[in-house]
Nanobody, 119 residues
């Protein structure tokens, strides 16, 4: 099991940057594959990025490639999402998620942190 808590959201102008954090409880943080998702009003939750247990492999949604960077620090039980060149369409609640390597879907979720990008 793992408990996830996001932080770092806020209000920024278009073109600005934010760094989101996802702090995890437990002592088996490195056992989980991790991911970031976002959900905007009137839209379905969408995938943002994912990272392997060791951090050696990362995956991004096409719209986020080149702007967002996912990373993790297993010693601190924390995952990060560096977001650069933010756009108004990035406005959403950002959630972190976790799953064991063999799982078919993410089964642990944080409550989310709000990111608002003004034009």
């Amino acid at each position: 099991q793992v408990q996830l808590v996001e932080s770092g959201g806020g209000l920024v102008q278009a073109g600005g940057s934010l760094r989101l954090s996802c702090a995890a409880s437990g002592r088996t943080f490195s056992s989980y594959q991790l991911g970031w998702f976002r959900q905007a009003p009137e839209k379905e939750r969408e995938f943002v990025a994912a990272i392997s247990q060791s951090g050696s492999t990362t995956t991004y949604a096409d719209s986020m490639k080149g702007r967002f960077t996912i990373s993790r620090d297993n010693a601190k039980n924390t995952m990060y999402l560096q977001m650069n060149d933010l756009k108004p369409e990035d406005t959403a609640v950002y959630l972190c998620a976790a799953r064991v390597a063999f799982a078919t879907s993410y089964n642990y979720w944080g409550q989310g942190t709000q990111v608002t990008v003004s034009s």
